[in-house]
């Protein structure tokens, strides 16, 4: 049987005593026999009641029976509450978690994250066994819980989604780049690409929040390179008046701008030298040619000449 404490402190619990030395405990912690749990399933006040006056409690008897119970069922709400964040963590932190998948498949993780609860929330209530109060207390913790964590989710999806564009905006944008490069020499889709690399920075700043400035900084900065990349291009095919249209645009940076002048009098330089080059082997294969005609010419002439032996012999038969 029960016996009565010296005396209740506070608001805690009281301890009770079992003969035999059985100890419930206190506070949060406490715990009561199958019959103290059928009691509390059946609802019946009076019983509480009952078990309030055999305790002895001080005051009202009733309200000291219910605490036990309802303290009882918090600590079991608490012990479920415990599983189910070690389940829902394993869910978001765990081998292949929530908060580890990149890119399109971290658009899942508040999906993953409801089906993970519900899963962890039916497992428990199945495993314990706990009553209505119990399961509305740990009901009530569980959703708040998982409210906490799906702001993260939700978070990280948001940066990952973010990066997921990122990275599609930066391949449209590579993309467009080399396809007006390949048509640096026709201007219409020269320019058709390059609009679409630009709508493509666009997108970039709208995603990652730039200011007007930034994005038409990195605009620029796009068109000049392009611009650039493009009069080299036309200078790799040895096109000076291509590549000063480029220069002449009004569309490059300063650094692009000095560095393609800089590239265009290095190769009208070396392109005169090679004219130049090209004009001697002319002239000298020209020359080479004029001589070898004269020599054709005296020797077509002297063909038909006797030769000295034969000239000798004539003489002679005179």
Same mark, same amino acid.
């Given at each position: 049987?029960?016996?009565?404490?010296?005396?209740?402190?506070?608001?805690?619990?009281?301890?009770?005593?079992?003969?035999?030395?059985?100890?419930? =405990?206190?506070?949060?912690?406490? $715990?009561?026999? @199958?019959?103290?749990? $059928?009691?509390?399933?059946? =609802?019946?006040?009076?019983?509480?009641?009952?078990?309030?006056?055999?305790?002895?409690?001080?005051? @009202?008897?009733?309200?000291?029976?219910?605490?036990?119970?309802? @303290?009882?069922?918090?600590?079991?709400?608490?012990?479920?509450?415990?599983?189910?964040?070690? $389940?829902?963590?394993?869910?978001?932190?765990?081998?292949?978690?929530?908060?580890?998948?990149?890119?399109?498949?971290?658009?899942?993780?508040?999906? &993953?994250?409801?089906?993970?609860?519900?899963?962890?929330?039916?497992?428990?209530?199945? *495993?314990?066994?706990?009553?209505?109060?119990?399961?509305?207390?740990?009901? *009530?913790?569980?959703?708040?819980?998982?409210? +906490?964590?799906?702001?993260? !989710?939700?978070?990280?999806?948001?940066?990952?989604?973010?990066?997921?564009?990122?990275?599609?905006?930066?391949?449209?944008?590579?993309?467009?780049?080399?396809?007006?490069?390949?048509?640096?020499?026709?201007?219409?889709?020269?320019?058709?690409?390059?609009?679409?690399?630009?709508?493509? !920075?666009?997108? +970039?700043?709208?995603?990652?929040?730039?200011?007007?400035?930034?994005? $038409?900084?990195?605009?620029?900065?796009? !068109?000049? =390179?392009?611009?650039?990349?493009?009069?080299?291009?036309?200078?790799?095919? @040895?096109?000076?008046?291509?590549? &000063? &249209?480029?220069?002449?645009?009004?569309?490059? *940076?300063?650094?692009?701008?000095?560095?393609?002048?800089? &590239?265009?009098?290095? #190769?009208?330089?070396?392109?005169?030298? #090679?004219?130049? *080059?090209?004009?001697?082997?002319?002239?000298?294969?020209?020359?080479?040619?004029?001589?070898?005609?004269?020599?054709?010419?005296?020797?077509?002439?002297?063909?038909?000449?006797?030769?000295?032996?034969? +000239? +000798?012999?004539?003489?002679?038969?005179?």
């Amino acid at each position: 049987m029960l016996r009565i404490p010296e005396k209740n402190i506070g608001l805690g619990m009281p301890e009770y005593h079992q003969q035999g030395g059985f100890t419930p =405990g206190t506070g949060l912690s406490a $715990r009561a026999d @199958d019959g103290f749990v $059928r009691i509390a399933a059946s =609802g019946d006040e009076e019983k509480w009641h009952a078990i309030g006056q055999f305790a002895g409690a001080a005051g @009202d008897t009733a309200r000291g029976g219910l605490d036990v119970y309802t @303290d009882f069922q918090r600590t079991k709400a608490q012990e479920a509450l415990t599983l189910f964040q070690d $389940r829902i963590h394993e869910a978001l932190y765990g081998e292949d978690g929530i908060m580890s998948r990149k890119g399109e498949a971290a658009l899942e993780g508040e999906r &993953q994250l409801g089906i993970a609860a519900q899963a962890a929330r039916d497992d428990i209530l199945q *495993q314990m066994k706990m009553d209505a109060m119990a399961q509305s207390y740990f009901g *009530q913790a569980a959703e708040k819980y998982v409210f +906490q964590e799906l702001a993260g !989710v939700q978070q990280y999806a948001a940066s990952e989604f973010r990066n997921y564009q990122n990275e599609i905006f930066q391949a449209r944008l590579e993309q467009a780049k080399r396809n007006s490069l390949a048509n640096w020499n026709n201007p219409e889709a020269f320019q058709e690409h390059l609009m679409t690399a630009g709508i493509a !920075v666009r997108d +970039q700043g709208r995603i990652n929040a730039w200011s007007a400035e930034t994005t $038409r900084a990195k605009a620029n900065e796009l !068109v000049s =390179g392009v611009y650039l990349s493009a009069g080299q291009a036309a200078l790799e095919h @040895d096109d000076i008046i291509g590549a &000063q &249209q480029f220069l002449n645009s009004g569309l490059m *940076q300063k650094a692009d701008t000095t560095m393609l002048k800089n &590239q265009i009098k290095t #190769k009208r330089k070396a392109l005169a030298a #090679k004219a130049e *080059q090209d004009r001697k082997k002319a002239a000298e294969a020209a020359q080479k040619a004029a001589v070898s005609s004269t020599m054709t010419a005296v020797l077509t002439g002297v063909k038909d000449f006797p030769s000295l032996a034969e +000239q +000798q012999e004539a003489a002679l038969a005179m």
